[in-house]
């Protein structure tokens, strides 16, 4: 937008304040006049892609739309199972726990069997799950996914010969024991410690003092009757020590009488009570004093202990074992980033149905606009719309990368899943939480009301951002292995998939930026994906080689420990600067890939705003190493908003497309239809 240059007169005021008005109200269509009943208004007259809805919402979904869908017929067909809007912790709990026996015995759901052998499928369910309750997904995520995943993935035939049924039909509902009061994302501080008795052939699991009490255990407070437990292996030995420390390893542990459901002997167990959000899921306490339990119930797929007390593993050092025992473990991560995105999806749908059927003023004498035709609505909304586009693709690639690595165990798929989850987790989690707040302001009053369910998404989601790994320690992790890479290069060491495009392409990003390109402003050649790609990976070689002689220079007077302090905030950014860059690249591929020209089309859209949205967010590190031209700036921010307008055109169509049921979005401002008369309805009109 075009504004009056500074130095006109005084005297231009009243012409000048007529043309700002003027201008300022170009945006804003005339609007057809108004239908009988309240209804999503058109946009105005611009053209407007053709969206077959149903075509994009099948390229979106997958070949395991079919399950999700029986998942929400069921819950349509149970509406005793709903939650409701105002409910107590405890009544919660015991809702959230009909619901997933429901799922398991009635609908004939079995999760359990797709951990390992299907984690798409697995996935599919647990999203379709933490629609109805975020509660009951989180719940099913810890029975199944890492309750039966230990067992599964950390144990040996044995143990799933043993436990396998009654994980799978809830008969043995567990709980997952990492977290301790004093250690959550250092796991190998973690003070439990499991000694075993050579005499009784047992080990003897304590609490040594108040900081390793387990904190924050799902499925402990109410329901669990089985516990993984990660504590110190110690075995006795006859030097002077008296015991060796062999590292963190996990131990099924009963808690409770699988009859009485009384807790065992030597069992404390304390709720920790009603918490912000996730409610439906029972936290609780655990402190063992001095709990036997059999040699067997060692997890020992990666050591074992013989009878007579010797340690045995395929795996050469502690480290290594603690390595492949959380490399294990990562489907947690997995499918917390995959979560998130549906919960972003079903926010952005509840705000952007609402902002189409909401209409509020408008030019002189004319109808009231909808809220999505003004601009600074699209600029809260259409970049997130595309963004969970974006990160569906994504989520969407780590899932089928996690299924590879379960079916193939190779070594450089499973290193590429992990990096991959820790930065999706923490990159997707953390713009979900702050979109969820927008999404509320966007909706003004009414979605303050905890029937149009921001409240309740919000508080459910917010701890995605702190369980399977804060997110601030997952960025380094990814800071921390991108230097890695970087090093493995100038040494001729091979990259990981994920990093690629520092091998193919370092050099080229860490020249001097051409000073032609930079000022190249053509629609076409901001909207090609080569650029944008480019732009996106310019930035992360960048901040890696800069913060990279940052850590060089402050090493030798801080030492490495300080060094990286000093540089954290660098290094956070190097890592969301380097998952932007994969999250773009799925995008763009999975644009190319659509089989169908309109589709194909909505998804370009989508993508470009997606990716110019973030060139602009970011252009001040572009323009400082004059990457883009003061020109090619602005060039950038017009299009960006141009696109917004575009986008908001088919906002209907794109949103439709996630294809939840209004039995599951469930907000009344978020219906397809008659929103206001459900609205008025849930307060008694």
């Known amino acids: ?33 108004v239908a009988a009943g309240l209804q999503p208004l058109p946009c105005a007259a611009r053209p407007k892609l053709a969206v077959s809805t149903g075509l994009l919402s099948d390229y979106l979904r997958g070949k395991h739309r079919d399950v999700q869908e029986r998942v929400f017929e069921y819950f ?14 405890a009544e919660h709990r015991e809702l959230c726990m009909r619901q997933l026996q429901g799922l398991v015995t009635e ?56 436990y396998y049924n009654g994980i799978d039909n809830l008969e043995y509902p567990g709980c997952f024991a990492m977290t301790e009061l004093h250690h959550g994302s250092n796991v190998q501080g973690l003070q439990t410690v499991a000694t075993f008795d050579s005499i009784t052939d047992e080990f003897i699991i304590d609490t040594p003092n108040d900081g390793a009490i387990k904190w924050w255990i799902g499925n402990a407070a109410v329901h669990g009757k089985f516990a993984t437990v990660f504590a110190r292996l110690m075995l006795p030995t006859h030097d002077s020590n008296g015991v060796s420390d062999m590292g963190i390893h996990a131990f099924i542990v009963p808690i409770r009488d699988l009859k009485t459901h009384q807790m065992l002997p030597g069992i404390e167990i304390h709720d920790c009570g009603h918490k912000i959000g996730l409610n439906g899921v029972d936290n609780g306490a655990l402190r063992f004093r001095s709990v036997r339990i059999p040699r067997d119930n060692l997890l020992n797929r990666f050591g074992d202990v013989s009878r007579d007390g010797k340690y045995t593993s395929i795996l050469p050092s502690i480290n290594k074992r603690f390595a492949a025992t959380l490399g294990e473990l990562v489907g947690g991560r997995v499918g917390l980033a995959y979560s998130s995105v549906s919960v972003l999806k079903v926010a952005v749908t509840i705000a952007i149905r609402y902002s189409l059927l909401r209409q509020q003023f408008g030019p002189p004498k004319k109808p009231e606009v909808s809220i999505l035709d003004y601009q600074s609505q699209q600029h809260k909304l259409m970049p997130m719309l595309a963004s969970s586009y974006a990160f569906h693709f994504a989520t969407l690639h780590l899932v089928e990368k996690y299924s590879e690595m379960k079916k193939s165990h190779d070594e450089q798929v499973t290193a590429d899943v992990h990096a991959l989850s820790a930065g999706l987790k923490a990159y997707v989690t953390a713009y979900t939480s702050k979109s969820l707040s927008i999404c509320r302001e966007s909706c003004g009053g009414h979605g303050y009301a905890a029937v149009n369910r921001f409240g309740s998404l919000r508080n459910d989601h917010d701890i995605f951002q702190t369980f399977e790994g804060d997110n601030t320690v997952l960025l380094q992790q990814v800071a921390a292995d991108l230097l890695k ?7 001729g060491g091979t990259l990981t998939v994920t990093w690629n495009y520092l091998r193919e392409s370092m050099n080229t990003y860490l020249s001097q930026p051409n000073p032609v390109t930079a000022r190249w402003e053509s629609q076409d050649h901001l909207r090609d994906p080569g650029f944008q790609l480019d732009a996106f990976r310019y930035r992360t070689s960048r901040l890696l080689q800069t913060v990279t002689v940052r850590l060089r220079k402050h090493s030798k007077t801080l030492g490495s420990f300080g060094a990286w302090n000093r540089c954290l905030n660098h290094l956070l950014t190097l890592a969301e600067s380097h998952i932007e860059s994969v999250i773009l690249e799925k995008f763009i591929e999975a644009v190319q890939r659509c089989p169908d020209a309109n589709t194909r089309a909505v998804l370009k859209l989508t993508c470009d ?77």
């Open 1 to 33: 937008m075009d504004f009056p240059v500074l130095h006109e007169t005084a005297e231009d005021d009243d012409s000048l304040a007529a043309r700002r008005i003027q201008r300022l109200s170009l945006h804003l269509a005339p609007m057809p006049p």
């Open 76 to 89: 349509n067909s149970r509406p005793d199972l709903q939650t409701p809007v105002e409910i107590s912790t």
């Open 107 to 162: 609908a004939g759901i079995r999760p359990f069997r797709y951990v390992v052998d299907d984690p798409m499928k697995y996935f599919a369910i647990a999203e379709a799950a933490g629609s109805i309750d975020m509660s009951l997904g989180i719940k099913l995520g810890v029975q199944y996914s890492l309750w039966g995943g230990s067992v599964l993935n950390l144990g040996t035939k044995k143990h799933r010969d043993k």
């Open 485 to 491: 890479q970087y090093k493995e290069k100038f040494q």
């Open 609 to 685: 705003l997606y990716a110019l949205d973030r060139i602009w967010n970011d252009i001040g590190t572009y323009r400082i190493v004059d990457y883009v031209a003061p020109n090619k700036a602005k060039a950038i921010h017009k299009l960006t908003e141009y696109l917004s307008f575009q986008v908001r055109n088919v906002a209907g169509e794109i949103v439709d497309a996630f294809n939840f049921p209004d039995h599951v979005t469930r907000a009344p401002i978020g219906l397809k239809s008659e929103a206001y008369a459900q609205y008025t309805q849930c307060v008694g009109f």
